[in-house]
């Protein structure tokens, strides 16, 4: 409890009219004056700890020392910190280009399958030539999920419209001439059992 | 009448004397050194304080505005310089785990030369660094530079209320730990 005020009273804590109280119960209580008096003797022996004794020459020597970092400093080649600086705009400048691409498409895709005939047509135009039409698929699969998704989607979407395709060919066809009926059953349930 | 001298080396080293500038180190040099050191615990990190400083000092003292007192600027620069030092070690300790050995490294070319003289610094260390940074910010600021509460917040940038509750708590601290022992 003493400790605490004679701490409080130390740090500045206390108001004046608790500082004048504690002022008078320091000359009248000889307890509360030993333990004071123990504290302020630790406070006091703290600071000698940092009376010692120093070389000097530290700090005579200090100011060719500072002079001699400061002339050192001045003289730093510019040229690699250049280089690195240019390196780090052109690959943050690669990279950002490469990133728009994808998104315009991306968006592309979309607007693709929401069915904007005119959009469509001029796709149409574009995928006239399938090489074209493959990098760019490959493309998208291969750096954004967004438009990997969307394509997937796509597929699965004609997965049943394909082998619908197949199995008309295969009516239209006379190939039932040559199967029998059991035979061609058999063939049409491995049709609707293919994955694509 | 401190502060005239002071306001006229400044005026001195402006306008291109560099003795001028010798004079203010040669004021503050110690101080600089001693703050540093409480603060970071060893004389290699002091020592980089210091010349970092003195570095700020020539560079920056064209752009001193005289709305407060030069030992309260420099003071301001050695403490924050001395926060920063400590956090970059702290990070540097966490991620590399230093060996054991890194004290005794920095304590290489110290200025203390004499054992018994060691012996006390280090145990001063060992006392202080049971403060966070920032109490023992205000701890050494108050105790050993013998600053008032008014200056400290000048240089931390601290409510004088906050100082006092600061200083209390580490007052508090460090003499439990002086009765451990």
Known sequence: MNRELILKYLSGLLNDSEKIEFEKRLESDPGLKKEFMSIYGKLEGLQ????????????????VKVRSRMENSSRINWVPRISFALSLVLV????????????????????????????TAMLDKYFDNPVEEEVLYLSIANSDTKAFDLENNEIQADEDYLKYNILNEINSSEIDEYLGDEDLSNLEKQISGIKF | MKENKEFELIKRF??????????IVQLYREKIYWHARRMTGNHMDADEITQQVLIVL????NTFKFNSSLYTWIYKITSTRSLNLIKKNNLRRFFSFEDVNENETKQENDIVKNIDDKDKLNKLDEILQTLPPKQR????????????????????????GTLKANYFHALKKITEKMSDE
């Open chain 2, 137 to 160: 910010e205000i701890f050494v600021l108050k105790n050993f530079d013998e600053l008032s509460y008014k200056e400290i917040s000048e240089i931390t940038g601290k409510s004088i």
């Open chain 1, 48 to 63: 000698q700890f940092s009376d010692v004794e120093v070389d000097q020459t530290y700090f005579n020597n200090l100011q």
């Open chain 2, 14 to 23: 402006i306008d291109g004397d560099e003795s001028a500038f010798n004079q």
């Open chain 2, 58 to 61: 020539y560079k920056k003292l």
């Open chain 1, 92 to 119: 943050a400048y690669i990279f950002l280009f490469t990133g728009k691409s994808n998104n315009q498409f991306v968006v592309n895709l979309e607007k693709e399958l929401s069915g904007d005939s005119n959009y």
